[in-house]
């Protein structure tokens, strides 16, 4: 592979601050199985080759830094001089977070904007003297957790302004405080998953949260993503986890504290969440912990078609007991996990399962966590549904597999795009009186969208979040790519996003609004609720430094 | 009893508007039991004789409306002159809410504000209709549910305008729709709880929200002020059901869809629940039902201390399978509940309690609703808990009776007043590990503020909701009126408020702001919060017609 900045002495610094490839998910590329090799070969004549390749670090088109040296002197002297960085790596390190166009304009050494320096505060005090500083000179402000986003959430536009710096808060970093009487933790907004679910799981609790973005995203950006985590059945979404926080806005800190549900007026918290960096910059999230799971358990079913899986889910969301993993896999996704999965799963169990006469087998992953007789308990009561709607039972080897395996799905996706490959994913959620016709529809479109030149697309779907009122719908698509990925892409989101406002679905269950979704919010939420949000802006952030482009357009 | 608008015929009318007395709760007096009658007696030299009684209708100190007639023929033109009411009856009957200030500023003829008219809208176009006359004639607008508020919420300020009409939402009555697939109801906003009850009921579903002011409370209300009922820690907040909802606001209607939770950007429902009436009204709201439980298990057990009860009660809240209701009395409270109920509680029942080593007995009632098995699964894990901390069984007679009159307690306060009692709640949350200290220092300041002239005061308190993280505290206060009845309460109460921010409690955990918690919002959400609050309402209500004086002061 070309300019592997793993070489790059910088990059060990930089690893520090931002562990994934600058071009790519992760430090590593996952391996495509040979079954899926063929899938890929024979649905879009590809796979075999690799055909596009990231072009090195020193080819990447990178504007000069618009920085002022006022501006810079005023950064270093609050933050120090090694926390405002603009070296080559670091900027397009920052450049753009993980979404598939992303990653197609990076590759191509062209991203969409590149931040005139990266600044790294140092605690919350450095975060407000740095907004103070950027409102002075105009300069936007991106915050930067992981890096993760999928919606251009982290894009480094400048708005209206003479520049744009990145705020990455890696050194926000650490458990303020856990408190194991109320069960609530103070994390830092800079923190990764892992590091804290290592500090919790060290007093005997957990968060719960394991979105696919997991090992690199930070509390931070779940609480300004609204984050859904593949347990979230169980542990609650971020939204619901998160009882407190504080925000750090050109405005002065807004603080909520993490006392109990109260009626002392609108939700300051809740309008907060889900704010991606537009009102400003959250500091540090106070949290509901639970103990640490003594057991869990993870099981796989195959259910006869997508319908009566939908139906069995529709019936688990609305009893008692609910499971804390839930994850339906229509037909196609199910030929295609299986077939990354490679082994068993893509040479007898296919042939097995139409024996009991599933010719079309969707999968269905569910987990449960906690004291064993909460498993077992909840566990009889889901899998009696799934029996009644015809369920066959694939045994804990299925479960444990998908577990085991369950961040690995975005490692593919550089090997995939060095064999020209279009992988990209799709969200959202609906109620239940609405779901299986949303979904039909939506792989209708993207099947016709994305039948380039003959090929037939991969377009797959699960559903991972349940509720009682209705679920998410989560589209995992190949295709070929055509000469202007990025304008195809576009072409087919615009599409989807069209379709799924006319049905009444959400732009978004997990992803965030970004840059992405921003066109479509203002038909989700109405014109009255874009007032309110720009109100809010405005009251917080006057000069509207806070991540242009971002939720509003 | 003087001045009983019972015998005015234009009373008949105006129940179907307002089903309560203007001078006091509901259309009936509560019965004062003699062990009671003995409490008053000895601690506060009272209940012998009624010393104070309501002025007569005639005698309500009434301003002339300030209704121009241009405004009023807009409103008729747009209602109907049938619904725009001024007359004597209606006017004093929408001046104020129910707390202990309003009743005594009723009962002496002093209402603190009495509205120019009392509006009926037929619609939501109505209602819109309306704001708009109102911001051209600037009057303020008060929306008017079941009037139910304790806290100056619907106390027809009119802040700068020229004049205040209140706006009753009876006519906003019915179900919209009941989707069972979805478990969704949409519900227009002046439904009172009984009949939103009794609908979902007939067609197989619950909402399962009960304050004690379930009998005239208005779903709109519930929504504007976040209710919690007395079911909530099973069926969750109404904050917590409510999914979507339309608010009409001098700015066109906001409408949030009823979508499962998404990532869409900040939650625009969680700041319009909670907004009082200040910056639009509600006039529908889609909330989540639930299947009536097919059976429903109620019991009172007596745990020896406040201390025990508490951790008993922190291990329920954070283990699997919550009661759906939880009320823990303190002593005094237990001692005063058992006087109210007299018979055996009072008689017999305290000594057995003494017997077994229950000097000071606190009662706890637990109630479970739902599939019997899913009821004996969750009271087996409760009860071990309680017994754990010393519960003694007092059986499921206890929690039947409590249930029986659970809507019972305001229904004493008239008969109270009449014996010259001060009788007035508050009601606050914290964390578990506050709520001891809080309860005790609570107790102590408002037996130390209310022993008048040598009385001894009566506070109880006891936890009716309970979170993982903390729980609710809730005093019931009898103390020997003062001189000045309203000034000795505004005394107490700022006394209290300021003990509450104190300690970083709430200061409202389910009766909402309104004016009288209004002065320390901002010491719990902030400067930037208050700021926050006043940008969507410049945005919703630019010129201030809604609500004036809730909320923000």
Redesign the interface.
Known sequence: MSGNPASDKAAAGMRAVLPTRWWGWGDRDGTISDALLTELREHLGLGDRVISRPVALADVELPASRLSDAARTALEAQVGPEHVVSDRLQRVAHAAGKSYVDLLRLRAGRPLAVADAVVLPGSEADVAAVLTVCEAHSIAVIPFGGGTSVVGGVTPLPGKHAAVISLNLRRLDGVVEV?P????ARLRAGMRGPDAEAELNASGFTLGHFPQSFEYATIGGFAA????GQASCGYG?F??MA?GLRCV?P??????????????????????????GTLGVISEVAV?V??QPVARWYEGWSLPDVGSGISAL?RIA?Q?GLPDVVRFSDAEETRLSLAVAGGSASGWLPRLLDWRGQTEPCLLIVGWE??PV?IS?RREAGIRVIREHGGVRLGRRAGETWRRNRFEAPYLRDPLLDRGVLVETLET?????QLFELRRDVAAALGKELGVGGSSPLPGCHIS?V??????LYFTVMARQEQDGVAQWERVKARICDLLVEH??????????GTD?APW?ER??????I??????K???DPAGIMNPGK?LT
């Open positions: 408190n009487l109320n069960q609530v993503t609204r984050s859904a979404r939204d619901a009882l806005t405005r002065g800190i807004v603080v909520v504290p993490a006392i109990p549900p109260n009626a002392a007026g609108p939700s300051i918290l809740q309008l907060l969440l889900g704010s991606e509901h639970r103990r529709h609305q008692d906690g004291e909460s308990r959620a609906t109620s239940w009186d979040h509720y009682p009122e209705g679920a998410s009444g679905a959400t732009i978004t269950h997990h992803h965030a609004v979704h919010l989700e939420i109405g014109t009255e609720g007032g309110l949000l720009r109100a809010l405005a009251q917080l939720l």
